[in-house]
């Protein structure tokens, strides 16, 4: 009978223990849970700020200050990145599925833009047969080439200004799905070089 009840006490203490050991570990794996939060927040928040501080340095034609804001943000999607890997291993533990980190893409379409989606510059050679008949001549379609080259330039600015300023704002909205952030942060290297290529 002493024996039996002994027994019975070392199963209970055993018992008493995994569930200690069991609630400990929830309890870890919750803290982890919230310390993924807290990273997405800052760093959703920080993204937000560099995306504004972008802005200006699209303003001022800074190829080498706005190339620096995409490393940036390419270390701070990163970081998400390898938090968002661990709260989708803590989730698998916790309920035996992830939780749809890793997604497709469907609700992160990534927006493109290429050189032929551009208007293109023109040159002296687009001019049907010139008739110049005086020196005059000649120089006011120069001057009027010229104009119109800086006017499609200025075009050209806005337009892939404004798409490195969408791309990098959806990246940073999409920081909770890494591969989306991935797509949308390529697409804004690829952006930046067109940029780039147009404000020279």
């Known amino acids: 009978m002493t024996e039996t009840v002994e027994t019975y006490e070392d199963d209970l203490d055993r018992g008493l223990r995994n569930v200690e050991l069991a609630v400990r570990a929830v309890q870890r794996a919750f803290g982890e849970i919230g310390r993924c939060n807290d990273l997405l927040d800052r760093a959703q928040e920080t993204g937000g700020e560099v995306a504004r501080e972008l802005e200006a340095l699209l303003r001022q034609r800074d190829r080498g200050a706005v190339l620096a804001v995409l490393d940036r943000l390419g270390v701070l999607a990163a970081e998400v990145a390898r938090s968002e890997a661990d709260r989708a291993v803590v989730t698998r533990i916790l309920d035996g599925e992830d939780d749809g980190i890793g997604d497709d893409l469907d609700d992160w379409s990534v927006p493109t833009l290429a050189e ?10 687009d001019a049907e047969s010139p008739r110049d008949v005086t020196l005059e001549d000649m120089w006011e379609r120069d001057r009027a080439l010229t104009a119109e080259r800086q006017h499609v330039g200025q075009e050209r600015i806005r337009i892939t200004s404004e798409h490195l300023r969408t791309v990098v704002g959806r990246a940073v909205e999409s920081f909770g799905t890494p591969d989306a952030t991935a797509e949308l942060l390529s697409e804004a290297r690829r952006a930046y070089i067109l940029w780039a290529s147009c404000v020279r």
């Not at 032929?116 to 050679?125: E, F, G, K, N, S």
Request: glycine share 0%; proline share 20%; net charge neutral.
């Open 116 to 125: 032929h989606d551009l208007p293109r510059v023109p040159t002296v050679h």
